[in-house]
């Protein structure tokens, strides 16, 4: 089975801190992704990669960057956190292109205080 | 704009009976569609993928339709169990290699 690990299930930030979320796949996929999830807004992209070194804007990329080093790796990168990027962050991957059926990790539940 | 709704933010069926969840879409033309299972404090998990040309496709007690005209998916869990309580999200891509799009999900409870 795809795996898909978070490095952290629940983190809790002060607003302009730096954060760093981890995104680790183990089945070689081409694309990487981040959403984030938040009540009556459902999923919303972040950022994507389908290569490594590449990166791409999703629909909300504001306040965030990305780094692809290596390919099984995407993290996320909060620059100076805030109050209102306290979210659901969910990864996920996919072999192929970038709109196949995605495999999901556990999420973080980030809170920014 | 473009749109991606799911019709109902919750849904109570009881126990046996089957339950009908509704994806419409406006302004996409997307290939094929996409239905994902989550559970509370999870990532989503896939289901079911029904491509522009298939009318119909099933998987065990799943079964999703795909209606290009009428811009619109329909998930059907038949059987329904409390087990299948979850939220249900579908999801598009808007172009052939653009990321997915997800509605904001159906909230599902199977009430034994």
């Known amino acids: 089975d795809v795996k898909v690990t978070q490095s952290s299930r629940y983190l809790v930030k002060r607003t302009g801190e730096k954060v760093f979320l981890e995104c680790v796949q183990d089945m070689d996929h081409e694309n990487m992704f981040w959403y984030r999830q938040d009540p009556g807004l459902g999923l919303r992209l972040i950022y994507f990669s389908y290569d490594v070194k590449m990166k791409e804007k999703g629909d909300i990329p504001e306040g965030y960057s990305v780094s692809r080093e290596k390919k099984e790796r995407f993290s996320l990168i909060l620059e100076s956190a805030s109050t209102n990027q306290t979210s659901m962050y969910l990864c996920?991957?996919?072999?192929?292109?970038?709109?196949?059926?995605?495999?999901f990790g556990s999420g973080t539940q980030l809170s920014v205080l | 704009s473009q749109k991606i709704e799911q019709n109902s933010e919750a849904l109570n069926i009881q126990e046996g009976k089957t339950a009908t969840l509704t994806c419409n879409y406006t302004n996409y033309s997307p290939a094929y569609l996409q239905w994902y299972r989550q559970d509370p404090g999870r990532g989503p998990v896939f289901l079911l993928l029904?491509?522009?040309?298939?009318k119909e496709k099933r998987k065990e007690r799943l079964k999703v339709t795909f209606d290009t005209t009428l811009k619109q998916s329909l998930f059907h869990i038949t059987a329904s169990q409390p087990a299948d309580s979850a939220t249900y999200l579908c999801a598009l891509a808007p172009a052939g290699n653009t990321p997915l799009v997800f509605g904001k999900g159906t909230r599902l409870s199977v009430i034994a």
């Open positions: 029904i491509r522009e040309n298939e």
């Open positions: 996920a991957s996919s072999p192929g292109w970038p709109g196949e059926k995605l495999f």
